[in-house]
């Protein structure tokens, strides 16, 4: 049957003229009060949520009177929202390229402070999904767990998250921002509320975790190369950047008449000496970071990258 993509875009019926276009729900996937880990959402792409933002107060038509609804209800939680007394299992989903503010992009779980070791607490469980390319004005840029909520995470990969992207308004309003100084993560955590992460990888996001939650663990997870930069990157620019790395390791190299002008030197003239670690190629003036501005109007990373081919190493003696 193929990919099956869940999207909050619809080009039919969006307003073209709103920044939240094409976008036209708050949540891709909701999951509300009574959801047991009985309900399992397995195997789909959710995707495109954009800061679309409708309803207020206490009524919504997908949540019952009943239930408190504060405003992040409403604005968190672009690709998924948890809610009240929701504890699905969700296995081999991705979730891609979504953007809301304040928090939570790809999702976010707000359990309205249910005391976590309440006999009938529950943890939502996501287990083998990937978490890309998803954008958020403040924290959580792929998974945000609000207070009293709970979360278990397993074989899990985060990569690409930006978080950070603005002002924090909310943080402004109540008293301060958020934890101003380190970065918010890919996953964020707030007093309260408790991850159990396992196995799980996060690379090439803003930041990797921010926790501050109660009795968290984290166990056979990898956190590395968190140092994603600038604003606004889109998958272009990801790419862009891992071919480069991949280039200075020597898997791949640009072809001859590909390289600019005025470079004529073989793949293995980029090292030392035989068997040394390659050179990494620094502009003159540069720090030697990766070259991360935003993409130009046609989508693309500055500069453009030469097109690769593969290269196999020579097999030594």
Known sequence: MGEVVLSAANLAIADRNAPSFPAVVNHVVYFGDG?????????????????????????????SDAIRKTPFFYLD????????????????????????SPCG??????????????PVFRDCIFRDCIFRDNRTLVTGAAFDLLHGSRATLENCLFVGNMANLGVDYVGLLTGGEYHPEHRSGAITVFEGARAEVRCCIFTVNWAGVDDN???????????????????????SALRNRHHQRRWRKGVVQPRRDQRPEGNHRSGNEHRRSAGSP??????????G???CRPPDKHGSA???????????????A
């Not at 929202?81 to 929701?86: F, G, H, Q, S």
């Not at 992009?105 to 309440?118: F, I, K, N, Q, W």
Request: charged share 20%.
């Open 302 to 316: 500055q500069p453009p990258q030469p097109k690769a081919e593969y290269c196999p190493r020579a097999k030594s």
């Open 213 to 235: 939650g109660t009795a968290s663990t984290y166990v056979k997870s990898i956190c590395w190369d968190n140092t994603l930069q600038g604003r606004n990157l889109n998958r």
């Open 289 to 291: 970071a990766p070259d």
């Open 77 to 100: 939680g672009g690709g998924m929202k948890l809610c009240a007394d929701a504890c699905p299992t969700i296995e081999r989903v991705e979730v891609v390229g979504n953007y809301t």
């Open 105 to 118: 992009a790809g999702v976010s779980v707000e359990h309205l402070g249910t005391p976590l070791d309440a």
């Open 278 to 287: 390659l050179r990494r190629p620094v502009r003159a003036g540069s720090t």
């Open 35 to 63: 959801i047991s880990t009985k309900t399992a959402l397995c195997g789909f792409r959710v995707t495109s949520a954009n800061n679309y933002t409708t309803g207020t107060g206490e009524h919504s038509p997908i949540e």
